[in-house]
């Protein structure tokens, strides 16, 4: 069963857009965490934030944005204003807090901003 | 800085050949992971290890094997190589559990 699923494969936007990628997870641990990845076409994936179950404060950093929401089960990531550098696939992930360390992957979202 | 390492940036082998793939941490680091990413599959766990000698299966360890001696040191092992083990293969590290990954560049491996 998909733990993590971003329901969003491919996203086209236009430089200076703000976009919003979607991450639904599941989990009946009380303890968990939230990451999200990005991949740029380099292919090494770079670690974005870390965000734990009892910390739902919002997050920004810089042109980013993490909207953490127990109630609906997301943690959704905003970039505003993009440019054509965001350009990457970016991965949401989850850490169960019963499993031994293993994160649990979305299968991405391919973002792609054009001049 | 933190630095995972892989052997190869890309590596083409024949089937039925044992192939290696190393992975090498800097950081003292407990846990080592291993994936295969595939278009529009994502990433998915083929084996971890969360101690030297200690090794747990993913969700398609089928095909493969681990080998973790030393903590800065993961192999992936493919017994008998197959065509479609063709991908890219990802090592990652994290100091403990809930802690984020740190990824190698990935080796791109085809079998022919």
């Known amino acids: 069963a998909q733990k993590v699923t971003q329901a969003q494969t491919e996203i086209s936007v236009v430089e200076k857009e703000d976009v919003t990628l979607d991450c639904v997870y599941e989990?009946?641990?009380?303890?968990?965490?939230l990451f999200w990845y990005k991949q740029p076409p380099s292919g090494e994936l770079v670690f974005l934030i870390r965000r734990n179950s009892f910390d739902e404060q919002n997050e920004i950093s810089g042109r980013y944005s993490w909207n953490f929401q127990k109630s609906t089960s997301s943690f959704n990531f905003t970039i505003t204003a993009s440019q054509v550098v965001d350009s990457a696939v970016y991965f949401c992930a989850l850490y169960r807090g019963s499993t031994l360390g293993r994160l649990y992957f979305g299968r991405g979202t391919q973002l792609t901003v054009w001049p | 800085d933190v630095k995972v390492t892989q052997s190869s940036r890309y590596l083409v082998k024949r089937t039925g050949e044992k192939v290696f793939l190393e992975c090498v941490q800097d950081m003292d680091h407990e846990n080592m992971f291993w994936y295969r990413q595939d278009p529009g599959l994502g990433l998915r766990l083929i084996y971890f290890?969360?101690?030297?000698?200690?090794?747990e299966k993913g969700d398609i360890p089928e095909g493969y094997s681990v080998s973790r001696e030393k903590k800065e040191r993961f192999s992936l092992i493919l017994e008998s190589a197959s065509t479609n083990q063709t991908s890219m293969y990802l090592c990652a590290s994290s100091p403990d559990r809930g802690y984020e990954q740190y990824f190698g560049p990935g080796t791109r491996l085809t079998v022919t």
């Open positions: 989990t009946r641990d009380t303890t968990y965490y």
């Open positions: 290890s969360y101690d030297v000698k200690m090794k």
